[in-house]
T-cell receptor, first 113, second 112 residues
Framework: AQTVTQSQPEMSVQEAETVTLSCTYDTSENNYYLFWYKQPPSRQMILVIRQEAYKQQNATENRFSVNFQKAAKSFSLKISDSQLGDTAMYFCAFSQGNTPLVFGKGTRLSVIA | DADVTQTPRNRITKTGKRIMLECSQTKGHDRMYWYRQDPGLGLRLIYYSFDVKDINKGEISDGYSVSRQAQAKFSLSLESAIPNQTALYFC???????????FGPGTRLTVL
C-alpha cells in the first residue's frame, strides 16, 4: 500500500520569507500523481498544486512551487514571500490515478508577522 | 454557489442514533469520496464511488455505510453512532483518472 509521510508536524516562518514543507511517499508504480492541499482555519480543503509523475518539470502556482525528486520519492512544497493568509495545515497526497488520494498527516504552518 | 455541498455543516447527536450526512455536487464528476479527519491523523478514506453503480470500501469503513443515489449525490450513514466517530467528515469529487479532488466544506459531527 502506498504511504505518504510528512515529517514536520509544525513549522513557522516570518512574513515575506520562504519556507519548504517536506513530503516523502512510497510506491512501486511509475505513473502517479502528487498533490498539496491547504486547510486554513475555515477547515475548507483547498488544492494548492498538482504534479504528474511522468512530467519532469516541477509544477508552479504563483508563490507555490514543488521540488519533485522521483528517484528519491520526495515532493516538497516551497512557499515564497510567505503571507499571513498562508497560515494553515498543509497536506501532501498521492494517487495512482485510478485510486483515491492517500494523505499524509499534515504540517501545521504558522506565518508570523 | 459552491460546487460541492455538504449537509448538515455541524451536528451533535447521541450514542446509538442513526445519522446521515449528505453530499451533492454540480461539477459533473463521476467519482465521489467520503473522508474522515481526526487531529494528527490526516484524512482517512471511508468509502468511494467511481460511478452510480460502483461502491468501494476505504481504509476505515467499519460502522459506516453509503448510498450513491445519483451521479451528483453521495450520502454517508452511521447506523448506530458511537463517541469515537466524533470527527470532521469531508465529501470530495474528482474527474477521470489522475484528476484533482475537490472538497466540500466539511461536516463536524459530535457523538455524545
Amino acid at each position: 500500500a502506498q504511504t505518504v509521510t510528512q515529517s514536520q508536524p509544525e513549522m513557522s516562518v516570518q512574513e515575506a520569507e520562504t519556507v519548504t514543507l517536506s513530503c516523502t511517499y512510497d510506491t512501486s508504480e511509475n505513473n502517479y500523481y502528487l498533490f498539496w492541499y491547504k486547510q486554513p482555519p475555515s477547515r475548507q480543503m483547498i488544492l494548492v498544486i498538482r504534479q504528474e509523475a511522468y512530467k519532469q518539470q516541477n509544477a508552479t502556482e504563483n508563490r507555490f512551487s514543488v521540488n519533485f525528486q522521483k528517484a528519491a520519492k520526495s515532493f516538497s512544497l516551497k512557499i515564497s514571500d510567505s503571507q499571513l493568509g498562508d497560515t494553515a495545515m498543509y497536506f501532501c497526497a498521492f494517487s495512482q490515478g485510478n485510486t483515491p488520494l492517500v494523505f499524509g498527516k499534515g504540517t501545521r504552518l504558522s506565518v508570523i508577522a | 454557489d459552491a460546487d460541492v455541498t455538504q449537509t448538515p455543516r455541524n451536528r451533535i447527536t447521541k450514542t446509538g442514533k442513526r445519522i446521515m450526512l449528505e453530499c451533492s455536487q454540480t461539477k459533473g464528476h463521476d467519482r465521489m469520496y467520503w473522508y474522515r479527519q481526526d487531529p494528527g491523523l490526516g484524512l482517512r478514506l471511508i468509502y468511494y464511488s467511481f460511478d452510480v453503480k460502483d461502491i468501494n470500501k476505504g481504509e476505515i469503513s467499519d460502522g459506516y455505510s453509503v448510498s450513491r443515489q445519483a451521479q451528483a449525490k453521495f450520502s454517508l450513514s452511521l447506523e448506530s453512532a458511537i463517541p469515537n466517530q466524533t470527527a470532521l467528515y469531508f465529501c470530495a469529487t474528482s474527474g477521470p483518472s489522475g484528476g484533482s479532488q475537490y472538497f466540500g466544506p466539511g461536516t463536524r459531527l459530535t457523538v455524545l
